[in-house]
C-alpha cells in the first residue's frame, strides 16, 4: 500500500461519497480534503484509491477516522498503525461499526467506553 497525498480529487470525491465514514464521525468533504493530517492509501498495483485517513483535534484530542473499500482489512491495520506511529499524542478514534471496532483492536486501540478507543502513545 502506497500512502500518498490526494492524486486526483475527482476520484477522490467520488470514493468519499461512496465509502463515506460512519454518521458519527461523517466530516464535510471541504474538511476532509483540507485536513493537513489526510492519508491516502493507494494499491500498489493499480494505483487505485482504497482507503484515506484523518487526524484532527477535536475537544483537545487527536481523533482518527477514515473509510475504506472493502476486502481492505490487514492494510488498512497497517495503515491505521503507520499513521499512528507517526502521531506525538495519544489517538482516540469513535465508532459504532462491528468490523471497525476490530480493525481499531488489531491496530492497537484500547476501548476505553462503549464506542470509544485509545491507543495510547507509550504503551
Not at 477522490?12 to 493530517?37: D, I, L, T
Not at 492519508?39 to 485517513?53: H, Q, S, V, W
Not at 497497517?78 to 468490523?99: G, L, P, R, S
Request: a positive charge.
Amino acid at each position: 500500500m502506497i500512502i500518498d497525498h490526494i492524486r486526483d480529487l475527482t476520484e477522490f470525491w467520488r470514493f468519499y461519497n461512496r465509502y463515506s465514514m460512519p454518521e458519527e464521525v461523517q466530516y464535510e468533504f471541504e474538511f476532509v480534503v483540507n485536513n493537513p493530517n489526510l492519508y491516502c492509501f493507494y494499491d500498489e498495483k493499480t494505483e487505485k484509491l482504497k482507503a484515506y485517513i484523518t487526524i484532527q483535534k477535536e475537544d483537545g484530542k487527536l481523533t482518527l477516522s477514515g473509510a475504506s473499500c472493502r476486502k481492505n482489512f490487514l492494510d488498512n491495520i497497517n495503515a491505521i498503525i503507520k499513521v499512528c506511529n507517526a502521531q506525538t499524542e495519544d489517538v482516540y478514534a469513535i465508532t459504532k461499526v462491528k468490523q471497525a471496532k476490530l480493525l481499531l483492536r488489531k491496530a492497537g486501540f484500547k476501548k476505553i467506553e462503549q464506542d470509544l478507543f485509545v491507543r495510547y502513545k507509550n504503551g
